[in-house]
């Protein structure tokens, strides 16, 4: 069996899929995955050996050219690539007009399905104009967990039930591995920045937050300039802080990796940690908890809510559970 997953972003969405490679396979053993992704989530996707073959999609890049020789021969060979293969199923869990468009052209085999959603999930940004591209559509729960959905989807199209907790089939973290820029002690990260400031944690909390933890080292990464300018303003409030130079995709997934402690607002490197099994606590100012949380493992701690911020008490409290002894030999 061939099977093809549209899921093309972003970061936190892409990753929120992965399960649904374990599932099918434990499942159809014998079935072969390929994946339509952004082309900046390609290296989170290939840390997951049992895709078979990653075919970059570059669209945020491409429309802000598209008069350019280069990316229309890019464009054609995309749409070339994606075409090469007959598929069994084409799923798309993203259900956007565009990622419709790309299940649309896929090329199925005799018999062959393209499934999708039925319906968004609350708050999504679902369009209801990718299910002309169905020949299958699966109604969901309106409230139904991100991870959850993808999950589901592919279990009523193929008939097994999705009973068991998510593999998003990530490698475990390898002290031996740890890059030159990692301190060799046991590090806390902080990923304090978000696009929408609504979901963000106030810089009292996080200052307050880094001296309970204090000696352990704080690391603070940033994506912006303005996050870049956020970092260096709350290490200058804390004594075990570090403000990190600009990271690739690569190096602040193994950040979260490898990190003994990661505390988080609603992000998607935030999510990377809990799928990573690493001790976490998310943090939900803005945004519903029941769409994200981590709740698959007793190391993820989900403080908060949608207009109900945590304190900074809750967080302290959480990290020391989740630290134990470790904290104390610091």
Aim: glycine share 8%.
């Amino acid at each position: 069996m061939k099977i093809l997953l549209v899921r093309v972003s972003s970061l936190g969405d892409v990753l929120h899929n992965l399960p649904m490679v374990a599932d099918i396979l434990r499942h159809h053993p014998n079935a072969t995955i390929d994946w339509v992704v952004e082309e900046g989530y390609v290296s989170l996707v290939r840390l997951n050996p049992h895709v078979r073959k990653i075919i970059p999609f570059a669209l945020r890049r491409w429309r802000k050219g598209l008069g350019k020789p280069e990316n229309r021969a890019e464009i054609k060979g995309f749409w070339r690539t994606l075409r090469e293969e007959e598929y069994d199923l084409v799923f798309d869990t993203q259900g956007l007009l565009k990622t419709g468009i790309i299940m649309g052209a896929a090329r199925v085999c005799r018999g062959g399905r393209k499934v999708g959603l039925a319906n968004g999930s609350e708050g999504s940004g679902y369009e209801g104009a990718s299910r002309f591209f169905h020949t299958e559509s699966i109604p969901l729960d309106p409230r139904t967990h991100a991870v959850a959905r993808g999950r589901m989807v592919a279990g009523a199209a193929l008939g097994y039930a999705v009973d068991t907790p998510p593999d998003f089939g990530l490698p475990p973290p390898e002290a031996a591995n740890r890059p030159d820029w990692l301190p060799r002690e046991d590090y806390a990260v902080f990923f304090h920045g978000t696009a929408r400031d609504a979901k963000k944690w106030s810089a009292d909390n996080w200052v307050a937050t880094a001296q309970a933890l204090a000696p352990m080292p704080v690391l603070l990464p940033w994506g912006s300039e303005g996050e870049r300018l956020e970092a260096e303003a709350l290490a200058a409030r804390m004594p075990n802080a570090t403000v990190l130079p600009k990271l690739s995709m690569m190096d602040a997934v193994t950040l979260a990796q490898q990190a003994a402690l990661a505390v988080g607002v609603d992000t998607g490197l935030t999510h990377i940690a809990a799928a990573f099994y690493r001790p976490t606590v998310e943090i939900y100012a803005d945004s519903p908890k029941w769409k994200t949380e981590g709740n698959w493992s007793p190391r993820i701690v989900n403080l908060g809510d949608k207009g109900a911020p945590p304190q900074a008490s809750e967080v302290i409290a959480a990290a020391r559970r989740l630290l134990g002894p470790q904290l104390d030999d610091q």
